[in-house]
Each structure stands twice: as C-alpha cells, then as structure tokens.
C-alpha cells in the first residue's frame, strides 16, 4: 500500500466527515480487481463486478492483424515472460501467452482478451472505461467493435494520455465521455510540476469530458470546484488508501480507480458509519 499523502494528514474521522454514502463517488476497478486476480484478464474483470465495482478499467492495443486487445504493457514481458510485442503479434501468436500463471498457479491459462470478450461482461448499469495506449489507428476497429457490442455511450467511457489520439477519438465518438488522462510528473526540462489550467484549456478545446489524474495532484475542494466549473469531471487513480479515497471523495471527485474495488468500498462504507 501507498504511503498517505501528506496534504491529508489528519485524523480519518475529519477526513470523512460529510460522506455519508460510498456511492458520492464511482468506484472503478483498476484493470479489474487486479489485486486478487491477473490484470486486464477475464478472471479480474468477472471478480470487479463480483466485488460491485461500479466500472471496470481496461487498456487496449492493435495487434499485428488489426485486433484490439486487452493489456498494459507495449509487450508481453512483465505478464507472460517473453519481450514479443503486441503490435508486431497477431492474435494468434498473442493466444499463446500465459497471463495468468505470473499472478498465482490457480489463474494459470488465463489468456490476453479481446476488448469484445470484455464488453460483454459489463452489467447493466455499470460502465467499461477503456484506456487507448496506442495511436488513432485503434480508432477505425474500436468503431466497429462498440457498434456490434450493443454498448450504450452511456456504458463507456475513452481515456488516454495521449492528447491528439484521445481528440481524435472524441470526434469519431462524440456521444461518449472523454478523460484526458495526466500523471504528475516534474518536466524534465523545467524540473517544474504541470498545472491545472492548461489542462483545462485542453480539454475544453477538444470537446473532452472531463480529466483523469493521479492522485498526487494537490487535489481539494477548491481544485475539483475549478474543475467543475469549466463544465469538466475529474476522475483519479490509482487508490488503494481508504484514507486518500475519503479525502477525495470529500474533495467532490467523480470517480476513484483501484486495484481493490470490494475492499475500498467496505472500508469506506465502515468510515462513513
């Protein structure tokens, strides 16, 4: 687990004060429910909505033969032991990867899904944030497949850290929501931490919907308050601390991601009582 950020050292109860219910935010499975199942896998997408996450959080890639598929990583290294490449594979060839063994012998077999596969195991009323990690060539294929999922603009959502992919895609699918995904990070040219107002200013160029940023931004109330001013939702990531996900919460953020979805959720439900 994470050490607390400092700026929200204090006692849990002041931290909590006013959630009166766990639902003030959505709670999003980080690839799944990534801490007890592999990520991005089958396995950890059925156990996130077991858990009664309120959304699931995905990556996507284009396979050689033009097939998105579901994985963090540009190769297949860290999950599956060997350095191939997702977009220099097939779909066959990525078929043969163990992604499950990695995490514990009982998920070994699970293989690398396809974003359809994913798509349908999305509950009504519930939601697939889908994170774009390669260029706008995904785009034409993701068209396709969200046409034949029978998915709702309502039941997804498109994040990227990729500005002119994640604009590119917001004209292609006006109707569903778009989350210019930031990290905070120093520029290693100015050694100077990003700020909030250009962020702002890019996303409303490109008819975004909102941003989606690590939880280390200096995140309270009056940050999420000129967040939502500029007509904007603010999602962050990645919260394992029930603790900083009270803070956020009482900041006013739209959405929490996690590894934990089940466990954040009962910690939160028992700080609210």
């Known amino acids: 687990m994470r050490f607390l950020n400092t700026r929200f050292i204090g006692t849990v109860s002041s931290l909590f004060l006013g959630v009166t219910a766990v639902t003030a935010a959505e709670i999003i499975a980080h690839r799944g429910a990534s801490y007890d199942a592999p990520e991005n896998t089958q396995a950890a997408m059925k156990l996130a909505w077991e858990q009664e996450a309120d959304a699931i959080e995905t ?129 290693p040219e100015t050694q100077r931490f990003p700020t909030l107002a250009p962020l702002i200013e890019d996303a409303k160029s490109a008819g975004l919907d909102g941003l989606d940023l690590h939880f280390d931004w200096p995140i309270d109330k009056a940050f999420v308050a000129r967040v939502k001013e500029a007509g904007l939702k603010l999602l962050v990531w990645t919260i394992n601390d029930p603790v900083v996900a009270g803070g956020m919460i009482e900041a006013g953020v739209d959405g929490l991601t996690t590894d934990r979805p089940g466990w954040l959720r009962e910690q939160l439900k028992g700080a609210s009582k």
């Open 59 to 187: 990556d996507m890639w284009l396979s050689r033969d033009g097939k998105i598929v579901v994985l963090h990583d540009a190769d297949t290294k860290r999950l599956g032991g060997t350095t191939n490449r997702v977009a220099q594979q097939t779909w066959t060839e990525l078929q043969k990867v163990d992604v499950g063994a990695w995490k514990d012998p009982r998920f070994a077999g699970e293989r690398i899904p396809g974003i359809e596969s994913i798509l349908k195991t999305v509950p009504k009323g519930r939601r697939a944030i889908l994170e774009i990690k390669c260029g706008a060539e995904i785009l034409p294929e993701l068209e396709r497949v969200i046409g034949e999922s029978g998915r709702t603009p309502e039941e997804l959502a498109i994040i990227s850290f990729k500005f002119p992919v994640l604009k590119e895609s917001k004209k292609r699918f006006p109707r569903i929501g778009h989350y210019y995904l930031y990290s905070y990070k120093k520029d």
